[in-house]
């Protein structure tokens, strides 16, 4: 059974900086199309944040670009969200994800509806 294990996150203060793991058990991380972060919290909509493609090829949300780094260690079979400038509207529940639709680009609208996904970890940043 294909599964995302995610770690780190926590808390922090307006400026500061986080970074998220994420391992893919059970898969081999190249296997799986697009990878990448979304976040949602409990009634709210999901918004996608990053991704990176099998060739490398990133995306990320216009509210992050410049702040947020995703990228991805195939010996560790994981990939990371280094964010960096964090404001209290990143307050979140963020989840690692991936896709292997054929229909769709990888990128931050295809994330929100991934066939994989972690538990999720929260984030919180004070002013």
């Known amino acids: 059974q294909v599964r995302l294990v995610e770690s780190g996150g926590g808390s922090a203060q307006a400026g500061g900086a986080l970074r998220l793991s994420c391992e893919a058990v059970?898969?081999?991380?190249?296997?799986?199309?697009?990878m990448g972060w979304f976040r949602q919290a409990p009634g709210k909509e999901r918004e996608g944040v990053a991704t990176?493609?099998?060739?490398?090829?990133?995306s990320y949300a216009d509210s992050v670009k410049g702040r947020f780094t995703i990228s991805r260690d195939n010996a560790n079979n994981s990939i990371y969200l280094d964010m960096t400038g964090l404001q209290p509207e990143d307050t979140n529940v963020y989840f690692c994800?991936?896709?292997?639709?054929?229909?769709?680009?990888?990128?931050?609208?295809?994330?929100?509806?991934?066939?994989?996904r972690g538990q999720g970890t929260q984030v919180t940043v004070s002013s």
């Open positions: 994800a991936g896709h292997n639709s054929l229909s769709v680009a990888c990128g931050v609208k295809s994330i929100r509806t991934p066939n994989y």
């Open positions: 990176i493609d099998r060739r490398g090829a990133l």
């Open positions: 059970s898969i081999y991380i190249l296997n799986i199309k697009c």
